[in-house]
């Protein structure tokens, strides 16, 4: 399985940005997908994930700010994300548990900056 995320950019505060993340490959084994940030010197953080049937778990952190929900005819996951600020700039990062996998699968990042 491969994930590749888009819709990272610079946006100001205040503003949304909806991040795409598609999955390719063995589509059929993946199960619960979910997003990630990493700002700079920071670790990184799950933010969301849903399973195949939509049920959906969000970080407090960005609870009532962000939305995740996804495409499985699509094979997509996305992320809404609402009333940016400066501390939510980062690279985001899509995952992925796959069926006989232990560890879930990252895709590569996209960069969302937040200018104040």
């Known amino acids: 399985v491969q994930l590749q995320a888009s819709g990272g950019g610079l946006v100001q505060a205040g503003g949304s940005l909806r991040l795409s993340c598609r999955a390719s490959?063995?589509?059929?084994?993946?199960?619960?997908m979910g997003w990630g940030r990493q700002a700079l010197g920071k670790q990184r953080e799950l933010l969301a994930d849903?399973?195949?049937?939509?049920?959906?778990n969000i970080a407090d952190s960005v609870k009532g700010q962000f939305t995740i929900s996804r495409d499985n005819a699509e094979n997509t996951l996305f992320l809404q994300m609402n009333n940016l600020k400066p501390e939510d700039t980062g690279v985001y990062y899509c995952?992925?548990?796959?069926?006989?996998?232990?560890?879930?699968?990252w895709g590569q990042g996209t960069l969302v900056t937040v200018s104040s």
């Open positions: 995952n992925a548990d796959v069926l006989y996998l232990t560890d879930k699968i």
């Open positions: 490959g063995v589509v059929g084994r993946i199960n619960d």
């Open positions: 849903i399973s195949r049937a939509g049920i959906t």
